[in-house]
């Protein structure tokens, strides 16, 4: 089967940096995902002062007092960032388009921050063609994930490389966790379980949960839900 990537993110699988109001019944003990609304990704809106709101919310002070870098090391990783999103290798807040541009951020400006991952996001041939005319009219960004997608080659997947499959709803160039809705319990009523990183182990169970979700089977927010292959990155 052949894939499509949309970019990279950094994510961090320290249990503490689980925002509190995340659903954790029925999941398992580690919790993988790219929606940062679940947990923060690396970078994200807390990396950047002029778009940090809530600057005492607890996990976003928990991350500054471990990043080990001075303020002048911050600012260039600010300018690195926005060198990155001018040349549109950038999907703002959190979405590199390169892998190569992944790793030095994370090597150069995530010091202290522990248990780091960089992980691929992909879709289906099938998916991306459903996603990228859905959010073709919807698309006002610059640089998105929509651009990354509609440039990119198709490829054949390493197993080894497999986390699973992470279930999660699409608007305006954020993802929305099936978490939210505490969705994991109805996947389990209809047989689908999740793997030991809170995601669906294999393409088809994943194709099935959005069958489900795209026929009301299970009630879910109105957005577009897709099964995004999240793959790891050596």
């Not at 690396?42 to 996990?59: A, G, H, V």
């Not at 926005?82 to 150069?108: G, H, M, Y």
């Not at 610059?142 to 997947?157: G, N, T, V």
């Not at 499959?165 to 999740?194: E, P, V």
Request: charged share 25%; proline share 3%; hydrophobic share 35%.
């Amino acid at each position: 089967m052949k894939y499509y990537n949309g970019g990279f993110i950094i994510i961090s699988y320290e249990k503490e940096l689980i925002y509190q109001t995340c659903i954790s019944e029925g999941l398992s003990s580690i919790i993988l995902t790219i929606s940062n609304s679940v947990r923060p990704t690396f970078p994200d809106y807390w990396f950047f002062p002029w778009s940090n709101t809530n600057e005492n919310e607890s996990i976003t002070k928990l991350i500054n007092s471990r990043l080990k870098i001075s303020k002048e090391e911050h600012e260039q990783a600010q300018c690195f960032l926005d060198t990155l999103i001018q040349e549109k290798r950038f999907s703002w807040p959190n979405v590199f388009r390169n892998l190569e541009d992944a790793r030095f951020f994370k090597q150069n400006y995530l010091k202290g921050i522990e248990d780091l991952e960089i992980v691929s996001l992909n879709l289906s041939e099938e998916y991306r063609a459903d996603f990228l005319l859905n959010e073709r009219e919807e698309n006002d960004f610059d640089c998105s994930i929509y651009h990354f997608m509609e440039d990119a080659l198709p490829f054949c997947i390493n197993n080894d490389e497999m986390l699973g499959f992470d279930i999660c709803g699409y608007s305006n160039n954020n993802f929305y966790s099936f978490i939210h809705n505490n969705l994991q319990t109805d996947f389990r009523k209809y047989g689908k379980n999740l793997n030991e990183l809170s995601l669906i182990a294999n393409y088809d169970d994943a194709q099935y949960v959005i069958h489900l979700i795209d026929n009301q089977k299970i009630e879910a927010e109105e957005i577009l839900w897709y099964p995004w292959l999240l793959l790891k990155c050596a």
